[in-house]
């Protein structure tokens, strides 16, 4: 499967390195590293609306982050009637919100951004330091790689496409987020893809992947075939941060994006 390029998308695809792994037929196996991990223990309150997902490792094994130990408080109230809010609504609930303890250390909350008429949205996990001092998701270096990526497909921030991550503040030191946080945060995510309702998400990394689809299923495993997320057609692919560290995968991620481009143009 191949999108039909323009010159300008061309030269995107060189700058990130892809075309030097096209065709799709060079893709390696997949790395063990991809492996999950056993799920923790959930400690949700009752008012959860979705399941708990646990964040399994980065597929590269980073320098080991240890978790900041967070004390057993208990959960807080989430805000009430998020499955009812519009843009506004929802992202001053995102602002204001304190249902977990990740409030406390955020500069601020990354509640999303884009199109609100997108066809394509992207999720991914959580805030990193960048994100959390702007506000914005994936304006790192992972986001650089992103934003060409969606070149490729002739979108652009702000324009075809909506960003989001499942968690909107940045767990602290980069830890994995917590089974709690994910069940306090969720919510959020479900009423944007709600009021955005997209033609296609693409799912970008373990965590987000794992959390989107409930399943403990390593992403190798997940990619190349149409999940759904709420009834949208979602597409699995490795997150951006993870592509930067394994170059070889970009082949991978284009196939990727190839079939989400086919989903969307309502071709597979
Ligand atoms: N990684 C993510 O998954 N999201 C961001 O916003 C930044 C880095």
Redesign the pocket.
């Known amino acids: 499967m191949s999108l039909d390029l323009g010159d300008r998308q061309r030269g995107m695809l060189r700058e990130i390195g892809i075309e030097l792994f096209w065709p799709a037929a060079e893709v390696r196996e997949e790395a063990p590293a991809e492996q999950p991990v056993q799920l923790a223990p959930t400690q949700v309150a009752p008012i959860a609306e979705a399941p708990v997902r646990a964040r399994p490792p980065e597929p590269v094994a980073p320098p080991q982050r240890q978790a900041p130990a967070i004390a057993e408080a208990p959960l807080r109230q989430r805000i009430p009637g998020v499955a009812g809010m519009e843009w506004e609504a929802l992202a001053g609930a995102v602002a204001e919100c304190r249902a977990c303890r990740l409030c406390e250390g955020r500069t601020k909350t ?1 509640f999303g951004v884009g199109d609100l008429q997108a066809d394509w949205m992207v999720i ?5 330091e ?2 959390d001092l702007q506000g ?5 270096q ?2 650089k790689l992103l934003d060409n990526m969606l070149a490729a497909l002739g979108v652009r921030r702000g324009q075809g496409v909506y ?1 989001a ?1 499942v968690l909107k503040c940045r767990p602290p030191g980069n830890r994995n987020p917590l089974p709690e946080e994910i069940a306090q945060c969720e919510p959020f995510l479900r009423r944007q893809v709600e009021l955005l309702r997209p033609k296609i998400i693409l799912a ?2 373990r ?2 992947v794992q959390t989107l689809l409930q399943t403990t299923e390593p992403v190798g495993k997940l990619r190349g075939r149409v999940h759904r997320y709420n009834d949208v057609p979602l597409v699995v692919t490795y ?3 993870y592509l930067l560290r394994n170059l070889p995968d970009k082949a991978k991620a284009w196939a990727d994006l190839c079939l989400a481009q086919s989903v969307m143009r309502g071709l597979a």
């Open positions: 990354v991914g996990e959580a805030p990193g960048t994100e914005e998701p994936f304006v790192g992972a986001g960003i991550n970008m990394g965590f987000a997150h951006p941060a």
